[in-house]
């Protein structure tokens, strides 16, 4: 199945930073388990969960204003998720499937964050934006077999609203047309 996904070029993202202070340096299961990670097993072996979000900002606050705001004011090396839907349906690169995120404290490796721009206490998100929301899990899904649950934020941290009251009821429905299952049960801790 092809699915259009603009690439991060095409927004002038930023190389990963690995100075900052909250993933900083590369991943070390020894040293540094805070770091940045790229995978070294197969990725269809390792993604689990996809994560869904809302940026809770205008819609207009695009991949490359979050990118910016992520490195320079939150301390991650890039934006911390995998990719990014506007609210026209356009669908984003966010950092590299490759790696791990940093979009679901505790729970980032082997999770998927997918971002949907907007802020979903607020409003409801536009009809298009689902749509493009349940190509991209169909697109995960077939893609990354070893996939079994999809959870939104707030599930693995109950502190966050996240994706905000008018988005996370229709997450159980997204899970459930993808025939996957629903919730935190899918997350395989890493082994260190
Ligand atoms: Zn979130």
């Known amino acids: 199945m092809s699915l259009m996904i603009t690439p991060r070029a095409s927004w002038n993202a930023l190389p990963p930073d690995h100075s900052v202070k909250d993933e900083h340096g590369l ?9 940045w990670r790229v995978y070294t097993e197969p990725l269809d072996q390792v993604l689990r969960t996809i994560v869904i979000h809302h940026s809770a900002l205008a ?88 996939i079994t649950h999809l959870a939104g934020h707030c599930d693995f941290n109950q502190d966050s609203v996240c994706p905000g009251k008018h988005l996370y009821p229709l997450l159980k429905i997204l899970a459930r047309e993808a025939s996957l299952l629903y919730g935190t049960g899918g997350y395989v801790r890493p082994q260190y």
Not at 99 to 107: D, I, L, T
């Open 27 to 35: 991943f070390d299961p020894r040293t540094n388990l805070g770091g």
């Open 59 to 146: 819609p207009t606050f695009g991949a490359a204003e979050i990118q910016r705001l992520h490195i320079e004011k939150r301390g991650f090396a890039d934006i911390a998720y995998h990719f990014v839907i506007a609210a026209d349906g356009k669908i984003f690169e966010g950092r590299s499937i490759n790696v791990r995120g940093a979009h679901a404290e505790g729970a980032n490796t082997g999770s998927v964050g997918v971002v949907a721009l907007g802020n979903f206490e607020e409003a409801a998100p536009p009809e298009i934006q689902l749509r493009a929301t349940r190509e991209l899990i169909d697109h995960l899904r077939s893609s990354y077999p070893h």
